[in-house]
Structures are given as C-alpha cells and as structure tokens.
C-alpha cells in the first residue's frame, strides 16, 4: 500500500494506520497530487478489514491550509 505515495507516509501496526502528510518543504500544504493520494488511500482503506482505525498528521512544522 505504501509504496504508491509520494506525498504520504504509511505506519500500520495492529489494525492502526498512522498516515503522515509528508511535505514540510510547502507547510504540508495539500495539493492536487496529495489530495489524489488522499483519494486513493481512502480506497484503498476500505477494502482493508484489518484496519480498525486511521490517524492523520503532518510530519513536523507548521501546515498550510487555505
């Protein structure tokens, strides 16, 4: 699942994926290629009965949001 990301960061351990906004170099702002991969995680969690729940954050520094 993680390797198709270029934007996001993908931590799973038992039934938790910790998803990280990787792009400190902008503020973690979120742009069209982000919110693609957002879209893209998004199905890719629901065809995953193992996970049980989703964390979303920013890797570290401020972030953009507009």
């Known amino acids: 699942m993680a390797e198709k990301y270029q ?3 993908l ?6 994926l910790l998803v990280t906004i990787n792009r ?4 973690n ?4 290629r982000t919110w693609e991969e957002i879209g893209e995680l998004a199905r890719d969690i629901n065809r ?3 996970l049980k729940v989703v964390i979303i954050t920013k890797f570290s520094g401020q972030i953009a949001l507009r």
């Open 7 to 9: 934007n996001l960061v």
């Open 11 to 16: 931590e799973k351990n038992a039934g938790i």
């Open 24 to 27: 400190p170099e902008v503020r």
């Open 29 to 32: 702002a979120l742009d069209w």
């Open 48 to 50: 995953d009965d193992s």
